[in-house]
């Protein structure tokens, strides 16, 4: 066995505390199928261990990935938690700014403690407009080593953060070759193509682009559907 198999794989591009309240939320708008302008308030209960992790002011990507409420509100109305809710058009987003005035967020020291400090667990309580309540708790959130990612999340997380530096098949290659790289006599096609050349990026990053009115657009997330 590897140590790494007992090792946290962040399933989102944020503070780790973070992960288990926004999964709770995940879970509960994508199971009763709930869209953000259903919803009347969102309560949230985690291990907040610095109290900047409460903050509802967010200007910048990193103070954005520090901050419960902000990745909550991004998590109710896109529906996910990707790089593309940390970015400054996402974080001047009037949709997700408005459905942070709707989410409260508190410390449970309990919650915490009833994991035995093995992980750093978050529960979720959702009221919308028309008097339902729901509520989860995510003990383990994934890419804990007692929630791991699958074979897919972890390739799908890998093309994520690749698309635009490398094309398709290199990060197919690269991923089987990680992958089984214990059984490699030679690792040096593998750094071989992990080499990016500054012209080689140029290009990924233009066909990575969305077409915006026949031209490239330079962000990712210009185009998205609100739940």
Same mark, same amino acid.
């Given at each position: 066995?590897?140590?790494?198999?007992?090792?946290?794989?962040?399933?989102?591009?944020?503070?780790?505390?973070?992960?288990?309240?926004?999964?709770?939320?995940?879970?509960?708008?994508?199971?009763?199928?709930?869209?953000?302008?259903?919803?009347?308030?969102?309560?949230?209960?985690?291990?907040?261990?610095?109290?900047?992790?409460?903050?509802?002011?967010?200007?910048?990507?990193?103070?954005?990935?520090?901050?419960?409420?902000?990745?909550?509100?991004?998590?109710?109305?896109?529906?996910?938690?990707?790089?593309?809710?940390?970015?400054?058009?996402?974080?001047?987003?009037?949709? %997700?700014? =408005?459905?942070?005035?709707?989410?409260? @967020?508190?410390?449970? !020291?309990?919650?915490? /403690?009833?994991?035995?400090?093995?992980?750093?667990?978050?529960?979720?309580?959702?009221?919308?407009?028309?008097?339902?309540?729901?509520?989860?708790?995510?003990?383990?959130?994934?890419?804990?080593?007692?929630?791991?990612?699958?074979?897919?999340?972890?390739?799908?997380?890998?093309?994520?953060?690749?698309?635009?530096?490398?094309?398709?098949?290199?990060?197919?290659?690269?991923?089987?070759?990680?992958?089984?790289?214990?059984?490699?006599?030679?690792?040096?096609?593998?750094?071989?193509?992990?080499?990016?050349?500054?012209?080689?990026?140029? %290009?990924? =990053?233009?066909?990575?682009?969305?077409? @915006?009115?026949?031209? !490239?657009?330079?962000? /990712?997330?210009?185009?998205?559907?609100?739940?």
């Amino acid at each position: 066995s590897f140590k790494i198999t007992e090792s946290w794989l962040k399933g989102y591009p944020m503070n780790s505390t973070l992960h288990a309240p926004c999964e709770a939320l995940l879970n509960i708008i994508r199971r009763e199928n709930i869209r953000h302008t259903e919803i009347q308030s969102i309560a949230a209960f985690w291990h907040q261990y610095v109290t900047i992790l409460a903050k509802k002011k967010v200007e910048k990507v990193v103070s954005a990935q520090f901050s419960l409420p902000y990745a909550l509100a991004a998590a109710a109305v896109r529906g996910k938690v990707t790089p593309d809710e940390f970015t400054e058009s996402s974080i001047a987003d009037p949709v %997700i700014k =408005a459905m942070i005035d709707r989410i409260e @967020v508190a410390y449970d !020291p309990e919650l915490y /403690k009833s994991v035995g400090r093995a992980s750093q667990p978050g529960r979720v309580t959702v009221k919308t407009n028309d008097g339902r309540t729901f509520t989860e708790t995510v003990l383990y959130p994934k890419g804990h080593p007692r929630n791991q990612m699958s074979e897919e999340e972890l390739q799908a997380k890998f093309h994520v953060l690749t698309n635009g530096i490398l094309d398709e098949s290199r990060q197919a290659r690269i991923f089987e070759l990680t992958r089984r790289a214990e059984q490699l006599d030679d690792l040096s096609l593998l750094m071989a193509l992990c080499v990016v050349t500054p012209s080689e990026q140029l %290009i990924g =990053a233009f066909e990575a682009a969305p077409i @915006v009115r026949g031209k !490239p657009s330079t962000g /990712k997330d210009s185009s998205y559907t609100p739940r």
